[in-house]
T-cell receptor, first 110, second 114 residues
Framework: GESVGLHLPTLSVQEGDNSIINCAYS??????FIWYKQESGKGPQFIID?????DKRQGQRVTVLLNKTVKHLSLQIAATQPGDSAVYFC?????????FGKGTRLSVIA | KAGVTQTPRYLIKTRGQQVTLSCSPI?????VSWYQQTPGQGLQFLFE???????NKGNFPGRFSGRQFSNSRSEMNVSTLELGDSALYLC?????????????FGAGSRLTVL
């Protein structure tokens, strides 16, 4: 399950390893999904998005996978770097405004 | 082009006071959304404006209000502040109303209520 705020789920990875951040969404009517990255003192920054008619989308070092059957999203970051350290949020949109998950804190160990 | 600009970045108020936060969207963007971010509740949707009209509203009390001007700049106001209103208030803009337009966020206004 997901914790919130100061007790966010934390993922610690070694620099250079791949990271996988998971997210369960709630609304089966959601047809658009976005991953955001939030660094300390900054607002959320767009990473990658995916529509519900796709199950995979790739960007630069990032891949998003969508499993509509179990309402699950994942964000894969290849060759994780110290600059990837941040809180990552998935967000869903359908018949509602963009709804954010609680977030996962990624810590990269140099 | 310039990003989303929020002012002020930091402010401290006392209980019972009111506060107004300002947001200037990306040039050409007509939709502005506001979110409240707290450690306990995460990012929660407040409202969205498009062409000066409120299009959606989240589940917040009437003390939270907003408006949008003809130049797409937006303000939000919180009256009769409570300790629980301490949060990071984020503004985001996007180009269109419908469809999958990505929200671009500002850096936020951090409100502390004492």
């Amino acid at each position: 399950g997901e914790s919130v705020g100061l007790h966010l789920p934390t993922l610690s990875v070694q620099e250079g390893d791949n990271s996988i951040i998971n997210c369960a969404y709630s609304n089966s009517a959601s047809d658009y999904f976005i991953w955001y990255k939030q660094e300390s003192g900054k607002g959320p920054q767009f990473i990658i998005d995916i529509r519900s008619n796709m199950d995979k989308r790739q960007g630069q070092r990032v891949t998003v996978l969508l499993n509509k059957t179990v309402k699950h999203l994942s964000l894969q970051i290849a060759a994780t770097q110290p600059g990837d350290s941040a809180v990552y949020f998935c967000a869903e949109m359908g018949n509602t405004p963009l709804v954010f998950g609680k977030g996962t804190r990624l810590s990269v160990i140099a | 082009k310039a990003g989303v600009t929020q002012t002020p970045r930091y402010l401290i108020k006392t209980r019972g006071q009111q506060v107004t936060l300002s947001c200037s969207p990306i040039s050409g963007h007509r939709s502005v959304s506001w979110y409240q971010q707290t450690p306990g509740q995460g990012l929660q949707f407040l409202f969205e404006y498009f062409s000066e009209t409120q299009r959606n509203k989240g589940n917040f009390p009437g003390r939270f209000s907003g408006r949008q001007f003809s130049n797409s700049r937006s303000e939000m106001n919180v009256s009769t502040l409570e300790l629980g209103d301490s949060a990071l208030y984020l503004c985001a803009s996007r180009g269109g109303w419908s469809g999958a337009n990505v929200l671009t966020f500002g850096a936020g206004s951090r409100l502390t209520v004492l």
